[in-house]
């Protein structure tokens, strides 16, 4: 991804084809996709796979979001997990403006979409959410400061006990082993990620541990679980995870199949 980061950012575009209804930046570059006639459904693999941070934390009480774009994330987690506050940082107004084209429902007791700066606002709420979801792309790819060792630092601080950070990254970004390590360093190991769901996106999960052995240590757990699995040749099982949790939390919910 390159360095050097445009200083007037290209409008978001929206294309409506059919029942599809999509969110890019650059041309032929799907930040986000939706379908009109079940905006609920996640249609691209990379959210699929990121919903997998219910293993690692079933109920969470509340999920911070950082990057809105069309939403898929948000309004899943927003009609599957009920008793689930949801807040979502988005820096761009142009973005946050687009909310009714993507069926987003309005802010109420329990979803707040703020427009300000992740990085400021992560590192002055410590201690303020279950589950951090990170996908905070734009038309140039992730903001170095979205991958730094300080706002790494200041997301595991933002983690309550038991809580998983969950990062939207890309295998072939030349920083990716950098930033890998970075969380490895912070998390002091407690990372992982589940071969074969996302394609070139890498969902990696990192877990914080709890204040005691006994408190939350769910999280940390199923890392230890995840990576045995993998060195235990057994990574070919996770194809079908993404499918399976979904079901899941949609039968939990009361929804069906969307």
């Known amino acids: ?13 929206v294309h409506t084809c059919g029942d599809r209804r999509r969110l890019e930046f650059q041309p032929g570059m799907i930040q986000s996709e939706m379908l009109l006639s079940r905006p609920d459904h996640l249609l691209l693999r990379y959210a699929r796979a990121m919903m997998c941070f219910t293993l690692f934390v079933p109920r969470p009480r509340h999920i911070l979001m950082v990057g809105l774009g069309g939403g898929s994330l948000l309004k899943f987690c927003h009609r599957h997990l009920p008793e689930t506050c949801i807040t979502v940082l988005e820096l761009r107004a142009d973005v946050i403006a687009l909310r009714e084209q993507f069926m ?3 802010d109420d007791a329990r979803l707040r979409i703020i427009e300000t700066d992740a990085v400021s606002y992560i590192r002055q709420h410590p201690g303020c959410a279950d589950v951090l979801l990170l996908d905070g792309y734009d038309e140039t790819g992730l903001p170095p400061a979205l991958g730094s060792a300080r706002f790494y630092a200041d997301c595991l601080r933002a983690l309550l006990p038991g809580g998983v950070l969950v990062a939207n990254l890309f295998s072939y970004d030349e ?3 950098a930033m890998l390590a970075r969380l490895m360093l912070t998390f002091r190991g407690a990372v992982c990620h589940f071969d074969g769901i996302a394609g070139n996106n890498r969902i990696v999960f990192a877990a914080k541990p709890g204040q005691d052995p006994g408190a939350g240590g769910r999280a940390v757990r199923v890392v230890r679980l995840v990576r045995w699995r993998r060195m ?9 995870l993404p499918a399976w949790q979904l079901w899941r939390l949609r039968r939990q919910s009361g929804a069906g199949s969307d």
Not at 1 to 13: F, I, K, V, W
């Open 104 to 106: 987003l429902p309005p």
């Open 175 to 177: 920083h990716y082993p």
């Open 1 to 13: 991804m390159p360095e050097n980061r445009s200083t007037t950012p290209l409008s978001p575009q």
């Open 232 to 240: 235990a040749g057994l990574a070919f099982l996770n194809r079908f």
